[in-house]
């Protein structure tokens, strides 16, 4: 089993900057990557970025060069920097950790890009 506990989200104006931070707990020594999705009203939830054990990162093209996944091993978190925040980035942010056929989710963060 693994935990994973978001935190950082709010309101931010357009062209701004969030960085959220995922704890994560339990059997982690197990997990093969790390990821961020997001889920907008009406929509699927999508891919944002994910990050492996060895730090081997991908990004959906909505978000490259405007996000930055990175890990502290150390802290057993992950962080998802949000640069140029657009209001089509509105969404409730999850924390994801893959472990074999296993997938383990936080309970999400709201961000609101707004004016």
């Known amino acids: 089993q693994v935990q994973l506990v978001e935190s950082g989200g709010g309101l931010v104006q357009p062209g701004g900057s969030l960085g959220l931070s995922c704890a994560a707990s339990?059997?982690?020594?197990?997990?093969?990557?790390f990821g961020w999705y997001r889920q907008a009203p009406g929509k699927q939830r999508e891919l944002v970025a994910t990050?492996?054990?060895?730090?081997?990162?991908n990004y959906a093209d909505s978000v490259k060069g405007r996000f930055t996944i990175s890990r502290d091993n150390a802290k057993n978190t992950v962080y998802l920097q949000m640069n140029s925040l657009k209001p089509e980035d509105t969404a409730v942010y999850y924390c994801?950790?893959?472990?074999?056929?296993?997938?383990?989710w936080g309970q999400g963060t709201q961000v609101t890009v707004s004016s």
């Open positions: 339990g059997s982690i020594f197990n997990v093969n990557a």
């Open positions: 994801n950790a893959r472990s074999g056929m296993y997938f383990y």
């Open positions: 990050i492996t054990s060895r730090s081997i990162t």
